[in-house]
């Protein structure tokens, strides 16, 4: 079956530990985002990449760094810097552009302990 | 003011009743419109785009209006799986325009 993966579903970190979370996508898309939901919030952008080796900061990047080393691949890291990490982190993907549909993988609750 | 906006809800709605909620958006320029369904603690999923002539898929009809900037979501017979958030998105001007979420409306749709 074609679609996002993401792992793992919780994830705790603590305090100055750098946290990865994992995104893959086997629906052969260019394009890979990061968002970060908050309750009562929408969706907002951290990273994104419109190619292989190649990504752009999105509106909340800080305390935040990625890697696009494969089509499939669009891990996200969450360092130290980031002071409020607590979130619900959805990974997606689009066949080109954000004029297109994006796709959603189940996302990662980031815990602090 | 947000990019997005959305009456949060929640609309309580009877099981086969019809709903309908609206989203307003800022940008005049943007060229793509979607509502996603969110259920509790899940990821959003695609449930339409959004067409300047409006579409229907079923029970759900959307509408754009370009000249007061908003799109609009009608449900008809409500069914209790219809329980869920739903979220407004709206793209930019161009095909790397970034796309804005809005906070979402809630419906509860009761037996």
């Known amino acids: 079956d074609g679609g996002i993966t993401q792992s793992p579903k919780y994830l705790f970190r603590k305090e100055g530990q750098n946290v990865t979370l994992s995104c893959e996508q086997n629906l052969n898309h260019d394009a890979m985002y990061w968002y970060r939901q908050d309750p009562g919030q929408g969706l907002r952008l951290i990273y994104y990449s419109q190619i292989v080796n190649d990504f752009q900061k999105g509106d909340i990047a800080e305390g935040y760094s990625v890697s696009r080393e494969k089509k499939e691949s669009f891990p996200l890291t969450v360092t130290s810097a980031q002071k409020n990490p607590t979130a619900f982190y959805l990974c997606?993907?689009?066949?080109?552009?954000?004029?297109?549909?994006?796709?959603f993988g189940p996302g990662t609750r980031l815990l602090v302990l | 003011r947000k990019e997005v906006e959305q009456d949060p809800g929640p609309f309580n709605v009877p099981e086969g009743a019809t709903v309908a909620f609206n989203c307003t958006y800022s940008?005049?320029?943007?060229?793509?419109f979607f509502w996603y369904r969110q259920d509790c603690r899940k990821e959003p999923k695609l449930l339409m785009s959004v067409y300047s002539s409006g579409n229907e898929d079923g029970r759900f009809t959307a509408q754009l209006n370009r000249a007061s900037q908003y799109i609009s979501l009608l449900i008809r017979d409500s069914k209790l799986s219809d329980s869920a958030t739903y979220l407004c998105v709206v793209g930019g001007s161009d095909s790397w325009g970034k796309l804005q979420f809005g906070a979402g409306t809630q419906v509860v749709v009761t037996p």
């Open positions: 997606a993907s689009s066949s080109t552009g954000t004029i297109e549909t994006q796709y």
């Open positions: 940008n005049s320029a943007s060229q793509s």
